[in-house]
């Protein structure tokens, strides 16, 4: 059977429940550390799977900006994005010769809200 690639909002929330599932671990790893009084293996050893889970919990958080980043809707948004984005550098370069600072304004501000739409749209897909 198969499944419909997996939305912002599915990787989101899988990634978040790994993340509280670590710092849970974390938590719990640091209390023994900070209760532990002797400098001895076992210390050592709860030393070096705190530092492994916050690794681990470094790489969940970069593993689902990718995979956010690799959705065929983001990468469209990105490309709208950079579409706007230059034109939003050149209305900003024509400012000086725009006759009054509502010109400005609107022009700048009509842009500036294509660009917010296009990222509202890609959450939303």
């Given amino acids: 059977m198969n499944q419909p690639p997996p939305t912002i909002d599915d990787i989101r929330n899988a990634r978040d429940t790994a993340l509280v599932a670590l710092d849970s671990v974390l938590d719990d790893i640091e209390d023994e550390i900070s209760q532990t009084t002797k400098k001895d293996a076992h210390l050592a050893e709860l030393t070096k799977q705190k530092e492994a889970l916050q690794a681990k919990y470094t790489a969940v958080s970069d593993a689902a900006t990718g995979a956010v980043l690799a ?54 897909s």
């Fill in 71 to 124: 959705l065929p809707e983001v990468i469209a948004a990105a490309s709208t994005l950079k579409k706007l984005s230059t034109d939003m550098d050149a209305k900003a370069k024509q400012l000086p010769s725009m006759t009054t600072n509502l010109d400005k304004a609107a022009a700048v501000l009509s842009l500036g809200q294509q660009f917010r739409d296009v990222i509202a749209n890609a959450r939303k």
